[in-house]
């Protein structure tokens, strides 16, 4: 069974920094892409970043472009993503997700297939 488990969320100041950690067990796919998505309280979930597990090319969503990083850790089975200069309005749920079925960098949440339980990010003014 595959489980994707997130850490690293908190409460921070705006323009502050975290650092979140998704951790990959159970995997039986080994070509595939993982990616970050938010979901602030009654907005749509939305892309934050994602990477290519296999060549490491990453994508990111022009709003955060500039202020996140996502890497990997393969003997880790681990992504992570490092968000600078952090702003209120950057509050959510951040979501850690693995899509098997490509092997590229994508913003489609329709091509992941497994998602972790969250981990809340609130940035005070």
């Known amino acids: 069974q595959v489980r994707l488990i997130e850490s690293g969320g908190g409460l921070v100041q705006a323009g502050g920094s975290l650092r979140l950690s998704c951790v990959v067990s159970g995997r039986t796919f080994s070509s595939y892409a993982m990616g970050w998505f938010r979901q602030a309280p009654g907005k749509d979930r939305e892309f934050v970043a994602s990477i290519s597990w296999s060549n490491g090319m990453t994508y990111y969503a022009d709003s955060m472009k500039g202020r996140v990083t996502m890497s990997r850790d393969n003997a880790k089975d681990s992504v992570f993503l490092v968000m600078n200069s952090l702003k209120p309005e950057d509050t959510a749920v951040y979501y850690c997700?693995?899509?098997?079925?490509?092997?590229?960098?994508?913003?489609?949440?329709?091509?992941?297939?497994?998602w972790g339980q969250g981990t809340q990010v609130t940035v005070s003014s």
């Open positions: 997700a693995a899509a098997p079925q490509i092997n590229y960098a994508s913003n489609m949440a329709s091509k992941y297939d497994y």
